[in-house]
């Protein structure tokens, strides 16, 4: 995909058999801002849940001295309003105001309220914005909500998305620590799904720099929220979890202690395996591996492929088909008799309470099962991704470098419901429901497999062998910033 911007100086980079046009970020282009946004005068931030406080928080940073206002715009009587004013937007500055109000009279507005709330209320939220301002988005749900009941945007207003490739806590955490290392963020996607002004691509592409987003690249709203509701259902959440689940029992059922059976799964994923994911790339955990454990891994990945590939397909049809977002708008309709449970009281998120506690402890092997479980299900994500047509940055962030680089280490930190929980209701609902899907069509499946005399069929990691992900990957890998989210505190980082 290939965009141009009048203030800022684009690149093109090849991933494999394509070539994109990306953004590279950067504090040095915070003074370009101004000129970028020039028509603004006030930014809208609208909503205070994942990605409401890091957002306003970031912008109204890189945007000081510039003249242009960042302003939240929350429900009257909302008790998110003492959590806006604790951190420096008040009524009385006029940093915070009710959130209609808010939308007329600001130039760009971005809606970051939960889904649950853009179904209900995206009527008077559309009426309220002014002819030829800017309606900004950070997910593509409404979208798909919209074509549901075959409606659209109003036609008098541009429509942008700039999607940070991780939760709200990581896009603001990254951004702070940027302050020390330029360029330190969460990568973004970007979109136009309608510009009338002639100005909304650099209106975007500000945006997303003002995040902190070290590298932005282009999709269309469409395509984002099809890999992005689809990717936390797969690998970035639900998979996740149901893998690290299905590994568990089936540890302690061959005999490890509780303790071991924790750091031979969980903490295999979000320690050493995540952590040589981002630095090195996907070949490297299977290089790490001696010979009998590179055996194990194989087997592992082969058993486990196919099986996760069949519960993704069904995930990505449901998504693309508006199933999925009927089902969330549905259970928020049920959350006043039947709020969302937890997903962190098993006996296996116990016993990581505990490991996670012995500070005295090592950090946990890769271990060849375990990352072949993973990396099947995470190749899985990507080849579907690409066999759709969705380009090659899109099919990295949201299945690779955001869960290795944003989410995983809050599991690592403090557990499953810490890195779920932090994310938005949509994903939340989603990770729990799909979940249960991994962990079943795992043990049933890929560990029986496993077990069995005999290599079975060596098609799918052949195919990993020699997948271009691990070219985009490298390419990536040189835009990355070096520093890693310190998840406050984390282990060692202190």
Known sequence: MAFTSNIFDTRTISLADREETILAGGRHLFP?????????????????????PAQAQ???????????????????????????EAVGFTKEGGGLGEMYEVIHESDMSLLL???????ENYRRIFDAFRPQTTLGLSHGF???HLQALGEDFPANINVIAVCPKGMGPSVRRLYEQGRQVNGAGI???????????????????????????????????????????????????GAVHGIAESLYS??????????????????????????TISRSGLNAVYEELDESEKAAFRKAYNASYHPCREILEEIYDDVASGNEVRSVIQATRRHGTYPMGTIDSTDMWATGEKVRADSTRNYAPIHPETAGVYLACMMAQVDL???????????????????????????DYKGVSYMVDNCSTTARLGARKWAARFDYILKQQAYTAIDKEGSGDETPFEKFRSSNIHEVLSVCAELRPSVDIAVVPTRGSE
């Not at 899109?394 to 955001?402: K, L, P």
């Open 32 to 52: 370009l801002l101004p000129r970028a946004l020039e028509g603004i005068s006030q930014i809208g931030v609208i909503g205070w849940s994942s990605q409401g």
């Open 250 to 275: 089936r540890f302690v059922d061959k005999g490890e202690s509780r303790d071991d059976a924790f750091i031979n799964s969980a903490e295999s994923i979000t320690g050493p395996i995540s952590k």
């Open 187 to 237: 990568n973004c996607s970007f979109a136009v799904h309608r510009d009338i002004t002639g100005r909304a691509t650099d209106y975007a592409l500000a945006w997303a720099v003002a995040l902190g987003s070290p590298y932005t690249f282009e999709t269309t709203l469409e395509s984002e929220y099809k890999s992005d509701i689809f990717g936390e259902r797969g690998i970035l959440l």
């Open 113 to 119: 309220i939960s889904d649950a709330a853009f179904a």
């Open 142 to 144: 409404l979208l798909s």
């Open 385 to 411: 991704l690409a066999d759709r047509g969705h380009p090659y940055s899109e099919i990295a962030n949201e299945s690779i470098i955001e869960a290795v680089d944003s989410l995983n280490p809050y599991m």
């Open 58 to 84: 970031n912008l109204r940073e890189s945007l000081e001295g510039s003249g242009i206002k960042v302003k939240v715009g929350l429900r009257e009587g909302s008790s998110s309003m003492r959590e806006a």
